[in-house]
């Protein structure tokens, strides 16, 4: 059994998709206390089953960017404006206790390389780590994914769909389980998809920024940015696949007492760096990681190019989102992201022969909600 605590407060989202500016300070839900709870799972059981309060429901789960530089596997941020939905909805055609995946759609070929084995599909994972803790056993559950983000990209396509799943399955048995519980249902789907690693699942389903403080017991800390502050995430993801395995098989199994001293006052100015909002301050620490990037970027045809391209048109720092291949940089102004993605798009495109897309995203300060829902 776990001790957890802070309870679920997601709030209900009128509009089909969460638009771009849906970051106003009077939607951030959480605050920055730790959030602890050890690793069992389920991390509790209800004694009594709750009835739905929902017939179907809608929820979404934002795009990450986990490791932010020397912040390996400890630091993550949520973005706004893209990510994964789940539609799910009490089917009297699926068994009592179960859930049946229905249909996989979204970009890129995700309908062809996602299994609808609910046991092998980390929203399906997600799903039936929370109908447990909730000890459904007389209702079963229909669930469609709608992919907002493409496999392998290093924006945390995995835990966007596990945090969806949970966020709705939670929500329509009337919201009964913690934050930590279903970042918790979320670790559970990650580690049998890319690791045991919260910096994605933890920012989707939380918001904002993240640091894993520690992972047995599990204890989560929200950073609070300001919100008088203007955050641009440039976004550029180049047509090149990287397997969060594959990268992570890539690491150093050793490091130099001078590697770890430098990570960790890095590390350590990157979260001032976002409690102050300093986004220069930020974009160093960023840039900053000796250990992960340097094993990681020649696996990314043109990742050097890009990152000096990015710095040189303006961006505060850049690095490798996640395990890649999209790299990601910082600045404070959307119009001045959208001129730093172009020359980054050109830098792959010169140096590694990839055709590449930018994006200039705001920081996500909400995580997974509820998009919609029909009552009972």
């Keep these: 059994m776990a001790t957890c605590y802070h309870q679920s407060a997601f709030k209900l989202i009128s509009s089909a998709f969460p638009p771009s500016n849906f970051h106003k300070p009077n939607h951030s839900i959480y605050v920055s206390q730790p959030l602890r709870c050890n690793l069992s799972l389920p991390s509790k059981t209800l004694v009594t ?11 979404f789960a934002p795009a990450t960017v986990a490791n932010l530089g020397p912040g390996f596997d400890f630091l993550g941020c949520a973005v706004d404006g893209i990510g994964d939905f789940v539609t799910l909805r009490v089917d009297p055609q699926v068994r009592p206790g179960e859930i049946s995946i229905s249909d996989i759609d979204g970009v890129g070929n995700s309908a062809k390389k996602l299994s609808k084995n609910p046991n092998w599909n980390c929203a399906g994972i997600a799903a039936i780590a929370v109908m447990k803790m909730l000890n459904i056993r007389s209702v079963g559950l229909s669930l469609s994914l709608h992919k907002g983000l493409p496999l392998g990209s290093g924006l945390g396509s995995s835990a966007a769909s596990a945090a969806a799943a949970a966020v709705a399955v939670n929500e329509i048995f009337g919201s009964h389980l913690s934050v930590s519980d279903l970042v918790l249902a979320g670790l559970e789907s990650e580690s049998k ?31 609070k940015f300001p919100n008088e502050k203007d955050l641009f995430f440039v976004l550029v993801n180049p047509e090149f696949e990287a397997p969060t395995k594959k990268m992570r098989a890539a690491l150093p199994t050793e490091i130099t007492m001078s590697q770890h001293v430098w990570n960790s006052s890095q590390a350590g100015a990157l979260v001032a760096s976002v ?33 000096k391209a990015a710095i040189e048109a303006g961006a505060f720092g850049c690095t490798i989102s996640g395990a890649g291949p999209t790299a990601v940089a910082i600045t404070d102004d959307e119009g001045k992201g959208r001129e730093i993605g172009d020359r980054m798009v050109d830098a792959f495109m010169k140096e590694g022969n990839l055709k590449a897309s930018p994006m200039v995203k705001r920081l996500d300060r909400v995580g997974a909600r509820l998009v919609s829902g029909i009552p009972r």
């Design 49 to 59: 089953e709750p009835e739905p309060v929902f017939t179907s429901v809608k929820s």
């Design 275 to 307: 409690l102050q909002g300093d986004l220069k301050g930020l974009g160093v620490a960023l840039s900053s990681d000796k250990i992960v990037e340097p094993t990681r970027a020649p696996l990314i045809p043109g990742m050097e190019a890009v990152k």
């Design 193 to 223: 998809v890319s690791g045991y690693h919260a910096d994605n699942v933890a920012p989707a389903i939380m918001g904002g920024f993240v640091l894993i403080r520690s992972y047995d017991p599990l204890e989560l800390i929200q950073l």
